[in-house]
Every structure is written in structure tokens, then in C-alpha cells.
């Protein structure tokens, strides 16, 4: 059974940093592909940064050179490191993971959720 925690959410002010975590487990190995995705209220969701079964990096424009994704496979760990955070990246932040996805940052590719953690970014 696949599981997802995410953790490392919090309130923070515009131009600081947070790093969330998902804890992974449930896959027989560490050959599955990874995403972050957000939702802010009244919108819908987003795909944030994605990595694929070979490591490559995909990001949304409004997070490049800003947020970074990466993945611990001795860990079973997915992170995202979010740095000069803006008001406008305020939302639920969500994990998915799956074996394989044809779009990194598409939200229906993905079979396993995180329960998700709140990001707010205060200006």
C-alpha cells in the first residue's frame, strides 16, 4: 500500500524560505516518479515541480529559479525546497507519486496523494 506524509508546511513572510518533505513508502523500489502540486483557495491545482523515473526535473515558470525539487532514494524522501517565497505561492501544498506518468506536472497522471500541508506566505 502506497502512503505519502507530507510535512514542513508553515506561515512564513514574503522573501523567506521553507523546505517540505514527503515521506514516501509502499513502491518496491525507488523507480517511480515524484510531483509537488499546490492549491490555493478558490483556485484550481497546480503542478508545482516534478522528478521522472530517471531524475529529470520538470517546474512550473512561476517557481523557476526559485523552487527546487529533489529526491532522497536511501530515504524514500521527496523534497521541495521553496526559497524567496511571494504571497501568490500561498496554497495547500501537495505529494503525488506513481509508477510512471506521461506529464510530470499533470494532475490526473498521478494514483497516490499526500494528505497535504498549508503554506502561507505573508507580504
Known amino acids: 500500500q502506497v502512503q505519502l506524509v507530507e510535512s514542513g508546511g508553515g506561515s512564513v513572510q514574503a522573501g523567506g524560505s521553507l523546505r517540505l518533505s514527503c515521506a514516501v513508502s509502499?513502491?518496491?523500489?525507488?523507480?517511480?516518479?515524484v510531483a509537488w502540486f499546490r492549491q490555493a483557495p478558490g483556485k484550481g491545482r497546480e503542478g508545482v515541480a516534478g522528478i521522472d523515473r530517471t531524475g529529470t526535473t520538470t517546474y512550473a515558470d512561476s517557481v523557476k529559479g526559485r523552487f527546487t525539487i529533489s529526491k532522497d532514494n536511501a530515504k524514500n524522501t521527496l523534497y521541495l525546497q521553496m526559497n524567496s517565497l511571494k504571497p501568490e505561492d500561498t496554497a495547500m501544498y501537495y505529494c503525488?507519486?506513481?509508477?510512471?506518468?506521461?506529464?510530470?506536472?499533470?494532475?490526473?497522471?498521478?494514483?497516490?496523494w499526500g494528505q497535504g500541508t498549508q503554506v502561507t506566505v505573508s507580504s
Open positions: 509502499g513502491f518496491s523500489d525507488s523507480r517511480y516518479c
Open positions: 503525488a507519486a506513481d509508477v510512471w506518468v506521461e506529464s510530470q506536472l499533470g494532475q490526473n497522471e498521478y494514483m497516490y
